[in-house]
């Protein structure tokens, strides 16, 4: 976790759990669903990863990045908790010297989760929509 990427729009990635379930025909299309198979991991279980390896691989990073964050799940997946999901964002702003980018197809629930809080000036929150 925590590696550089092909991406062309992000430097890095990190992945604070893996596993989502299919919520729209785009998640046919999915690739965290074929590289499950390749690594061997269950995809359709969101598994949390403990928050302390997280920052490890971050304060790895010397040079600020542009990160893509749950490229392998969705922040805002029903299954992970608003303790988890505040975790995650205490996390992006303690390395503020890093712009995340935070993808989301449960867009309601970041809209919720938002609503009366200012998504913090180093994170980028967006939707795919199809």
């Not at 976790?1 to 990190?14: F, L, P």
Request: with cysteine; net charge positive; charged share 30%.
């Amino acid at each position: 976790m925590g590696e550089t990427t092909e991406i062309e729009w992000a430097d890095r990635t990190v992945n604070f759990a893996w596993g989502c379930t299919k919520v729209s025909a785009g998640c046919e299309k999915c690739y965290m669903f074929r590289l499950s198979k390749i690594y061997g991991r269950k995809a359709d279980m969101f598994q949390p990863r403990k928050i302390e390896n997280v920052e490890r691989d971050i304060k790895k990073w010397k040079e600020p990045s542009i990160v893509f964050v749950n490229s392998m799940t969705d922040t805002f997946h029903e299954s992970a908790s608003e303790e988890f999901i505040n975790q995650q964002f205490d996390m992006m702003a303690k390395y503020p010297q890093h712009e995340y980018i935070v993808l989301t197809k449960r867009i309601n629930r970041a809209f919720t989760y938002f609503k009366g809080k200012k998504v913090p000036d180093n994170i980028w929150l967006g939707t795919s929509i199809e």
